[in-house]
Each structure stands twice: as C-alpha cells, then as structure tokens.
T-cell receptor, first 115, second 113 residues
Framework: NAGVTQTPKFQVLKTGQSMTLQCAQD?????MYWYRQDPGMGLRLIYY???????DKGEVPNGYNVSRLNKREFSLRLESAAPSQTSVYFC??????????????FGEGSRLTVL | QQQVKQSPQSLIVQKGGISIINCAYE??????FPWYQQFPGKGPALLIA?????SEKKEGRFTISFNKSAKQFSLHIMDSQPGDSATYFC????????????FGSGTRLSIRP
C-alpha cells in the first residue's frame, strides 16, 4: 500500500500565483487533514475533512481553500500565494469509527517556497 | 493561542542516557495524548499514545508519564540511541476519534554516540 501520497514534493511560486497541492490515501480512511510545518511552530492544522462531503477550518485557514473530491482525495489550494505561505505542507488521514486507534497517517510532505 | 506547549525546543543526550520531553495542555476536555516521531524528509509517525485513565504507558524504551491534575505529560526515552535522533511532537485531542488534533511545537533530539 502507498498510504498517503502528496504531489508535488517541491514547488517554487512567485507572489500572487496560485497552485493546488494534491493528496490521496488508499487506506479507506474517512478523515483527512492538511497541516503546515514551520520551524519552532510545530504542525498547525489548516483545514480538515471529517468525512466525505464535509470540510472545516483548522487553526490557520486564511489564504487557503480545500476540496474533498471523494473519499480518497483531499486537495489544498492557494489562490494568491504569499511569502508567509512558504512552508512544508503535510496531508494526513485517519480512520473513524470501529477499529479506530486515533492514529494519523502522514504523507511525506510538499515543500513550497513563495518568492 | 497555543493549546499544547512543548519543551525543550532542542535536546542533546549522550548515547545510553535518558531523553525527557515535556508538554503541557490547557483544554481540560482533551483526553487523548499521542506522541509523533519525525525523521528528516519524512512525515511524522505515531510513536506512542496515552489516555488520562492511566498515569503511565510504556512501550519498549519509550514511556509516557501523565499528570492529569497538572495538565502535563512527558515522553521518556530510556537508553537513548543515535537512531532515536529525530523531531518529536506531542499532541492532544478530545478523544481518539475527534477531528482536531493539536500539536506542540516540536523537540529536535540529537543523541551523541
């Protein structure tokens, strides 16, 4: 199993450009998440989708939009990139309901630089 | 508002020593406390987790100690090895199936050979 797959792994943008980070999981998990990781700030939740068809804001949602395309896929869009969005972005998924252990499964990250 | 405070930011321990990382939380509704381990270039992975109905949980060389009254929990790594060198994150949520998991700021651990 591939687990959680993120694309692209690296991206450089100019201020004002837009882009979409893609995430797909093959574990049949209900919940999916987008985090950003910055030095000294830990992992901060941007948006999450508790189940297919729902999305909710996390701690730092400003400047981002998300789409839960289906149960497998959860994308993160930057409409007008800013230097403050330079970060490493992680997608994660988690099983809900019976058999749930609470464990988050992370992708390997997407490193985004905004010039 | 930082709901989970983690310290220290970085830690250097000699091989064979004990590594200790501390976290404090504010929301008394939290009742699921996992620790994640992250190696460079990789995503975090679950290391060990605890619920407040126990004061300690041990898995191999890794132990979580939990103090509900102080709203604090800590990770102890016994007989620390160079392979334990990584960034460690504590986290908290309302329960294991809750949608939001809040992470601490992370501790970069280096084990000197």
């Amino acid at each position: 199993n591939a687990g959680v797959t993120q694309t692209p792994k690296f991206q450089v943008l100019k201020t004002g450009q837009s882009m979409t980070l893609q995430c797909a999981q093959d574990m049949n998990h209900n919940s999916m998440y987008w985090y950003r990781q910055d030095p000294g700030m830990g992992l901060r939740l941007i948006y999450y989708s508790a189940s297919e068809g729902t999305t909710d804001k996390g701690e730092v949602p400003n400047g981002y939009n998300v789409s839960r395309l289906n149960k497998r896929e959860f994308s993160l869009r930057l409409e007008s990139a800013a230097p403050s969005q330079t970060s490493v972005y992680f997608c994660a998924s988690r099983k809900r309901g019976q058999g749930n252990t609470g464990e988050l499964f992370f992708g390997e990250g997407s490193r985004l630089t905004v010039l | 508002q930082q709901q989970v405070k983690q310290s220290p930011q970085s830690l250097i321990v000699q091989k064979g020593g004990i590594s200790i990382i501390n976290c404090a939380y504010e929301n008394t509704a939290f009742d699921y406390f996992p620790w994640y381990q992250q190696f460079p270039g990789k995503g975090p992975a679950l290391l060990i987790a605890i619920r407040p109905d126990v004061s300690e949980k041990k898995e191999g060389r890794f132990t979580i100690s939990f103090n509900k009254s102080a709203k604090q929990f800590s990770l102890h790594i016994m007989d620390s090895q160079p392979g334990d060198s990584a960034t460690y994150f504590c986290a908290a949520s309302r329960d294991s199936s809750a949608s939001k998991i809040i992470f601490g700021s992370g501790t970069r651990l280096s084990i000197r050979p």
